[in-house]
């Protein structure tokens, strides 16, 4: 949790996008620079989500190897 409060922080500061993916609601501050995308339950579907989103040079905060390891194939900027 503390990660995320930083990237908020950091996302309404500098006035970059924010998008947060989950299979649950997440409680979000009110800012229009981040928003929340709410996938299906089940066994890698926000990370199938992630894949399918990310960009070169976007920036994926994440503890799972796997995921890491695709975001970095499409040329993400991945720290844990």
Request: aromatic share 2%; hydrophobic share 50%; no cysteine.
């Given at each position: 949790?503390?990660?995320?409060?930083?990237?908020?922080?950091?996302?309404?500061?500098?006035?970059?996008?924010?998008?947060?993916?989950?299979?649950q609601?997440?409680?979000?501050p009110?800012?229009?620079?981040i928003?929340?995308?709410?996938?299906?339950?089940?066994?890698d579907?926000?990370?199938?989500?992630?894949?399918?989103l990310?960009?070169?040079?976007?920036?994926?905060?994440?503890?799972?190897?796997?995921?890491?390891?695709?975001a970095i194939?499409?040329?993400?900027?991945?720290?844990?």
């Open positions: 949790k503390p990660v995320r409060e930083i990237l908020f922080r950091v996302a309404i500061r500098n006035q970059i996008e924010l998008l947060m993916v989950a299979n609601i997440l409680q979000l009110v800012s229009t620079k928003r929340m995308m709410q996938v299906n339950k089940g066994f579907e926000a990370d199938n989500e992630i894949v399918k990310i960009n070169k040079d976007d920036l994926l905060v994440t503890a799972d190897i796997p995921l890491a390891s695709d194939n499409k040329g993400a900027i991945v720290i844990n």
